[in-house]
């Protein structure tokens, strides 16, 4: 079990598109095997394309699902098998408000694994769904560090795609990409700004209301 999990993870980061580039030597494992890791380590190449084949059906049942049932909320509830944003209802519902803020969450944080599988169209897809209706002018409060990490992190990374300034995906250029999501990121960060910059007290708030 504890092998078939590493090799899970394994998988999961080492992409075909990595895989086959120039560059590859210079990412650090477990990115890429040593040649000392290749000759003793303990899994197979066999072992690891069948992980990164199950890594890959288990991201796009995932990501089709959310898009069939869930789109443009948040996030898919699996058991009702419905779209799912913050709970208006309840403010203090911290379980679903930390980390919803009504912006296609799944949406965005999917952006680098369409790329990284290599699914040209579908990243092209999945970027102008974000350019043309994600916004942060939302009545929500949410988690500074879960929109930090997830949206700017994933707004910021998407705009390194594709502007080709991240050479280990592959060519993944838009021909009309003007920097929208970079945009969208500064004006995220910005409404967030306010819990890094209390200057009297010097205390991170844990929310931020958008």
């Not at 796009?60 to 898009?67: A, C, I, L, T, V």
């Not at 300034?165 to 021909?175: F, L, S, V």
Request: charged share 20%.
């Amino acid at each position: 079990m504890h092998k078939l999990l590493y090799i899970s993870l394994l998988a999961a980061v080492w992409t075909r598109g990595c895989c086959n580039h120039e560059n590859y030597k210079k990412i650090p494992y477990p990115f890429f095997e040593s040649d000392l890791q290749k000759q003793y380590g303990k899994i197979t190449k066999e072992e690891l394309k069948i992980a990164q084949e199950q890594v890959e059906n288990m991201f796009w049942f995932g990501y089709g699902n959310y898009m069939k049932h869930a789109y443009p909320l948040d996030e898919l509830d699996p058991i009702h098998c419905k779209g799912r944003g913050p709970d208006y209802e309840n403010p203090e519902n911290i379980n679903i408000n930390d980390a919803l803020g009504a912006y296609s969450l799944t949406l965005v944080d999917s952006l680098t694994s369409l790329a990284i599988f290599g699914n040209k169209t579908a990243f092209h897809q999945a970027v102008q769904l974000v350019i043309n209706n994600v916004h942060f002018e939302n009545d929500v409060t949410v988690q500074v560090f879960e929109a930090t990490i997830r949206v700017i992190g994933s707004l910021l990374s998407t705009h390194l795609v594709l502007t080709n300034e991240n050479p280990y995906i592959g060519e993944m250029t838009m021909n009309d990409y003007d920097g929208e999501l970079l945009t969208m990121t500064h004006d995220l960060a910005n409404r967030l700004l306010v819990a890094f910059a209390n200057t009297d007290t010097r205390k991170k708030f844990k929310t931020k209301l958008l």
